[in-house]
Nanobody, 115 residues
Framework: QVRLVESGGGLVQAGGSLRLSCAASGSILSINVMGWYRQAPGKQRELVATITSGFSTNYADSAQGRFTISRGNAKNTVVLQMNSLKPEDTSVYYC?????????WGQGTQVTVSS
C-alpha cells in the first residue's frame, strides 16, 4: 500500500519559515498529484498547495506569494517551503497524493506559529 510520511513541522515565531517534506513509498506506479492540505481545530480541511506530474502548481490564496511547493531531490517526494508565517497558518498539515483516481493521506505534522 501507499504510505506518506511528513516531516518538518514545529513551532516558529510569526514571520519565520518552515520547510515541510513528504516522502511517498509503497506501491507507487504513477502519481497524478501530490500536495499539502491543512486542518485547524474547528475548521474544514483546506487545500494549501498541489503539484501535478506535469509540474503545474496550484496554491490557496492565503498561501500565494508566501509558500512554494516543489519536488524533492528524492523520487516521490514533495517539499513545501513556507515563509512569512502567520498565526493563522497554525494547523496540522497533511501530505496528499492522488494516483489512479484514489486519494492517499499522511498522518499529518503540526505547524504552530506564535505571535
Amino acid at each position: 500500500q501507499v504510505r506518506l510520511v511528513e516531516s518538518g513541522g514545529g513551532l516558529v515565531q510569526a514571520g519565520g519559515s518552515l520547510r515541510l517534506s513528504c516522502a511517498a513509498s509503497g506501491s507507487i506506479l504513477s502519481i497524478n498529484v501530490m500536495g499539502w492540505y491543512r486542518q485547524a481545530p474547528g475548521k474544514q480541511r483546506e487545500l494549501v498547495a498541489t503539484i501535478t506530474s506535469g509540474f503545474s502548481t496550484n496554491y490557496a490564496d492565503s498561501a500565494q506569494g508566501r509558500f512554494t511547493i516543489s519536488r524533492g531531490n528524492a523520487k516521490n517526494t514533495v517539499v513545501l517551503q513556507m515563509n512569512s508565517l502567520k498565526p493563522e497558518d497554525t494547523s496540522v498539515y497533511y501530505c496528499y497524493l492522488r494516483m489512479f483516481g484514489m486519494d492517499y493521506w499522511g498522518q499529518g505534522t503540526q505547524v504552530t506559529v506564535s505571535s
